[in-house]
């Protein structure tokens, strides 16, 4: 069974960092593209950040800067790190796999709530 389960998630402060985790079961985690979506309250699922199998980085233009997207493939984690998180940051996150940099994710995982006060 093909599986995404998201952590790292939480009550925050403007300014601080924050880093979050996915942990990839069911499928060989190495061999694919994957990323991050975040969804604010109210508001549409936006892809933030992805990264592909050798590791190459793409960023939405809202967070480059403050958002980095790595992954280890000997643990089969997904992490994604924010630097100077903002209150327009709050929402949840989601680790997804993507066929190809950018492209739709055909697998979401449950996501993770984060909350940016001031």
């Known amino acids: 069974q093909v599986q995404l389960v998201e952590s790292g998630g939480g009550l925050v402060q403007a300014g601080d960092s924050l880093s979050l985790s996915c942990v990839a079961s069911?499928?060989?985690?190495?061999?694919?593209?994957m990323g991050w979506y975040h969804q604010a309250p109210g508001k549409e699922r936006d892809a933030v950040a992805w990264?592909?199998?050798?590791?190459?980085?793409e960023y939405a233009d809202s967070v480059k800067g403050r958002f980095k997207i790595s992954r280890n493939n000997s643990n089969n984690t997904l992490f994604l790190h924010i630097d100077n998180i903002k209150p327009e940051d709050t929402g949840t996150y989601f680790c997804?796999?993507?066929?190809?940099?950018?492209?739709?994710?055909?697998?979401w995982g449950q996501g993770t709530q984060v909350t940016v006060s001031l």
């Open positions: 997804v796999r993507i066929a190809h940099m950018q492209a739709p994710p055909t697998i």
């Open positions: 069911g499928f060989t985690f190495r061999q694919w593209n």
């Open positions: 990264i592909n199998a050798n590791g190459n980085a």
